[in-house]
Every structure is written in C-alpha cells, then in structure tokens.
C-alpha cells in the first residue's frame, strides 16, 4: 500500500513561508486527485487545496493568493508553498491522494505561526 508522508513544518514569524512536502512511497501517478488539510486545536479538519493529475487546482478563499500547491512527478512528490502566513494558518497540516479504492492520509505536520 502506497503511504505519505508529510515534512517541512515549523515555527514561523507572521508574514514568512514555508514549504510542505508530502513524498509518496510510490508512484504518484497512482493518485488521480491529491490535495491538503488543515487542522486548528480544538477545531474540526478544514479542506485548503486540491491538485489533479491533470494539473487542475482549487484553493480555500482563506488561502488563495498565498499557497501554491504543486506536483513533481519525478519526485513522487507533492509541494504546498505557504506565503505570507499569518497565526490563524497555525494547524497541523495533513495531504492526502485519492484513488478508485479510496483516500490515503499522511500523518501530518505542525505548522505554528507566531512571533
């Protein structure tokens, strides 16, 4: 079964970035769909972007215009550039890639933004 896993998080000041990886195990073309979440203390799993193979995206209001999500197919990973963050993007950020038999979900990693 192909697993992902999640780095790149980390303490940031208000106004920096971050980039998020999320490696596939394998082939990333096994994914017709992938994308990411985020999760606040004590707050339900939001959506934030979602990617296809085909190259289409889709992003939060709350995000767009700051966050890229990208796709390197040669790497078998997924990226999710974050710009100008601010404390409320404080989560632990989970990806996740979909195929026909399902969703499979990283484990996650902490983003905190704060001075």
């Known amino acids: 079964q192909v697993q992902l896993v999640e780095s790149g998080g980390g303490l940031v000041q208000p106004g920096g970035s971050l980039r998020l990886s999320c490696a596939s195990s394998g082939s990333i073309f096994s994914f017709y769909a992938m994308g990411w979440y985020r999760q606040a203390p004590g707050k339900q799993r939001d959506w934030v972007a979602t990617i296809t193979q085909s190259g289409s995206r889709n992003y939060a209001n709350s995000v767009k215009g700051r966050f890229t999500t990208s796709i390197n197919n040669a790497e078998n990973t997924m990226y999710l550039q974050m710009n100008a963050l601010k404390p409320e993007d404080t989560a632990i950020y989970y990806c996740?890639?979909?195929?026909?038999?399902?969703?499979?979900w990283g484990q996650g990693t902490q983003v905190t933004v704060s001075t």
């Open positions: 996740h890639g979909d195929t026909s038999q399902g969703r499979t």
